[in-house]
């Protein structure tokens, strides 16, 4: 009788050691969300005057909606130095640093490694970040490189020779996680 109760409470789930598309993909989102949002708090903070500065609901919402404004409002934000370095270094020196991961990829218990599950230095993820930018350019081409990968490998993953694996410690919260949050998941139930 114990034998039947311990069979039909226990749950089997497929380990993966390397970071699935979609795991990858809330990190990204993850990471994109922190780094707009702290980068708007510095910019705005930093401004000589602020109230001067165009804003959302004086561009936007009072003026009404123009596309020519709002690229103004985004080529301002993110199309200057200051953002581009803030994302070069986020990537970098995270991926680099002693956790080897993004905030993203860190929450969601994945890290970037080399093929031998070893560290990346920074300069192997300086190599990796200027990759990923030139994988992007041909309409994100380089991102498609995953779906058929074996080791779940992007193109500028599978040219800098990293890959991205789950934690050990954190397989099995991440294996859970990333069955909930499957969206690439054909789920017929």
Do not use: C
Not at 3 to 29: E, H, M, N, P
Not at 97 to 115: C, E, H, M, N
């Amino acid at each position: 009788m114990l034998q039947a109760r311990l069979a039909s409470t226990t749950i089997i789930q497929k380990s993966s050691l390397y970071g699935d598309q979609s795991a990858r993909f809330v990190a990204f989102l993850i990471d994109s969300t922190l780094l707009v949002f702290f980068y708007s708090l510095i910019y705005y903070s930093a401004a000589k005057a602020p109230e001067l500065m165009l804003s959302w609901n004086k561009s936007v919402f009072q003026s009404g909606f123009s596309l020519e404004t709002m690229l103004v409002e985004l080529k301002i934000l993110f199309f200057n130095p200051y953002f581009l370095v803030a994302h070069w270094l986020y990537y970098t020196l995270l991926e680099a640093s002693p956790r080897q991961a993004s905030i993203g990829k860190f929450v969601l218990g994945l890290q970037v490694t080399d093929l031998r599950g070893k560290r990346i230095n920074l300069l192997k993820s300086n190599y990796r970040y200027i990759a990923k930018i030139l994988s992007s350019i041909p309409l994100l081409a380089g991102f498609f490189y995953i779906i058929n990968d074996r080791r779940k490998q992007t193109f500028y993953d599978y040219i800098t020779r990293t890959v991205v694996v789950s934690d050990p410690k954190n397989r099995k919260n991440t294996n859970a996680l990333s069955n909930r949050l499957n969206i690439f998941a054909y789920n017929e139930a």
